[in-house]
């Protein structure tokens, strides 16, 4: 057994694949280097996707112990208007009471504690208890961080009059674009008494209790606000901040399901297909649907679309056919490839032919885009979203029609889209940055890079206990 072996380190991821997908692949690091892995899992997952990966992960390394938290049923069914995978995070909030007994027998001992950015405050008072040391993976930019960290100075300060929100913008240390504009900040959370806003105004002055954060990025596209972070100009008593990204996707992502589409790509010349997705539990309206099907026959490029009708998996029921209209279907089947199932985003994005990518900037999308140099069309829908796309604007490997709005906010024409795309797909001095964004990702996840170095570290650090 390898002398590593007596670190044990406990993960408690929260909901959704943007959240789960980052831990794991977090998880893999550790466990290639030979940490002791206990992972809390809530259950059941809120989506299919989560169950499988999951599954598979468990399969690749029977080693790990996967800790099943049963959650209790909630009092009542969450109102339709609450995002399924928001409720969640608040259901394991309530019932971090639980955690302990269900801890307390874990052997070796436990080294250190990894929790959902979600978590951070009922968790600490666990891991306070028992004098764990806790970190937080952060699972979106390092940009993010420095505005999450700063928000409650500015909570109170949302315009009276929404006529004036155009004109308004707040300096936010450690943002390599501040001042922020208003209109990047997600409206929910200046709306007041919702559950995130209240969520982040407790947590986020919390975040200098902790021992580190983790963040899925690297030092050459968000050195601005690593620095920052790191020299204390955004957290007082600052944790230190790990970047250990873009991390890498492992054997147990693969879908070998997907030979259809491998083929099909396998037939398209070099850089010729633009791959559009939203994430993993982003829907958007169906009459912008039909726009953006009429943007890709517009654009006259090939394309990979995957179309999500509904936030969570286990409630798509109806076909393409019903979502886009048949016409616009029969229509595109000589143009390019439209599914509406889970796709295996990493191996679209690393196939030689996929010279674009129209992505929501989830980070999880966005560090898979670096790892691979694919240019991108930034079309934020929520949340963290703008400020990700604000980065690969300012970055240049992407662009972002502000005009655009948030999700919903209006419906964006196909003819507009399809002039975007084109943009993407021809503009070489975006594919130049996007090469370079591609080396600096490389560079940090190599052998001797950034990731081994800090991860080893760390390990070394919590072998000697400090
Ligand atoms: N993803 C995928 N196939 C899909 C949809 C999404 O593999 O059909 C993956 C994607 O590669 C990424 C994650 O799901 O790893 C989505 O995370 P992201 O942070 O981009 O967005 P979110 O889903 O949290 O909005
Ligand atoms: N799914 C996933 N990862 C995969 C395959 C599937 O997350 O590698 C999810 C996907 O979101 C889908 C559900 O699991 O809604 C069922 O997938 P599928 O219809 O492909 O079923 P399978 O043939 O894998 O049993
Ligand atoms: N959120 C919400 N309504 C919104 C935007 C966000 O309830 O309009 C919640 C969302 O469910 C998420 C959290 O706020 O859990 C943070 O948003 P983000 O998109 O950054 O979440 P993530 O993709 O990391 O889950």
């Not at 968790?123 to 208890?129: C, F, H």
């Not at 001042?179 to 919390?206: A, C, G, H, K, V």
């Not at 297909?273 to 649907?289: A, D, H, N, P």
């Not at 989830?362 to 069309?377: F, K, T």
Request: aromatic share 8%.
């Amino acid at each position: 057994m390898s002398d590593e072996s007596s670190v044990h380190v406990v993960m408690f991821p929260s909901a959704g694949m943007g959240h789960l997908t980052p831990f794991l692949r977090l998880a893999s690091l550790l466990l290639n280097n030979h940490c002791k892995l206990t992972l809390i899992t809530p259950l059941p997952t809120v989506s299919h996707a989560e169950s499988q990966l999951l599954s598979h992960f468990h399969s690749s390394f029977p080693q790990l112990n996967l800790l099943p938290f049963h959650l209790p049923p909630p009092p009542s069914p969450p109102p339709i208007s609450v995002d399924p995978f928001f409720h969640r995070v608040l259901t394991l909030r309530n019932s971090i009471h639980l955690i302990p007994p269900l801890i307390s027998s874990l052997s070796p001992p436990i080294s250190i504690f990894i929790s959902d950015i979600f978590l951070v405050t009922p968790l600490l008072s666990i891991t306070q208890k028992l004098s764990l040391p806790n970190y937080t993976l952060f699972t979106s930019s390092a940009a993010m961080l420095c505005f999450y960290s700063h928000f409650p100075a500015i909570a109170h300060s949302k315009p009276d009059d929404d006529d004036d929100a155009p004109e308004i913008s707040f300096p936010v240390p450690g943002l390599p674009f501040s001042p922020l504009p208003y209109s990047y900040i997600p409206p929910i959370i200046f709306q007041p008494n919702t559950i995130f806003r209240n969520q982040i105004i407790e947590d986020s002055p919390n975040l200098s209790k902790l021992h580190g954060v983790f963040l899925n990025t690297f030092e050459s596209l968000e050195s601005h606000s690593l620095k920052a972070l790191n020299d204390g100009q955004v957290i007082e008593n600052k944790p230190p901040v790990y970047a250990v990204g873009p991390f890498l996707p492992f054997e147990f992502e693969k879908k070998n399901t997907s030979t259809q589409l491998s083929r099909w790509l396998d037939d398209q010349p070099i850089g010729s297909v633009v791959y559009v997705c939203f994430g993993s539990r982003t829907s958007l309206k169906r009459e912008q649907m039909r726009e953006i099907g009429n943007g890709l026959m517009r654009s006259g490029y090939k394309f990979v679309w995957v179309v999500k009708d509904k936030i969570v998996d286990k409630e798509e029921q109806v076909g393409l056919g019903e979502v886009l209209g048949v016409e616009l279907v029969e229509g595109m089947k000589e143009k390019g490839l439209v599914v509406k199932e889970w796709v295996d985003q990493t191996e679209i994005l690393s196939h030689k032919s996929v010279g674009g990518f129209v992505s929501h900037c989830g980070w999880n999308s966005i560090m898979e885009a670096s790892l691979n140099g694919v240019p991108i069309l930034a079309w934020p829908q929520h949340g963290d979203q703008k400020i990700n796309a604000e980065l690969v604007e300012i970055s240049e490997w992407g662009i972002w029609n502000k005009s655009w709005g948030w999700g919903g906010e209006l419906v964006v024409k196909g003819d507009e889209i399809g002039d975007a795309i084109k943009e993407i797909m021809e503009n070489e001095l975006l594919k130049d940055k996007a090469m370079k964004v591609k080396e600096g990702a490389m560079k940090a996840m190599s052998i001797g890079g950034d990731c081994e170095v800090t991860i080893q570290k760390l390990i070394q650090k919590w072998k000697n206990n400090v």
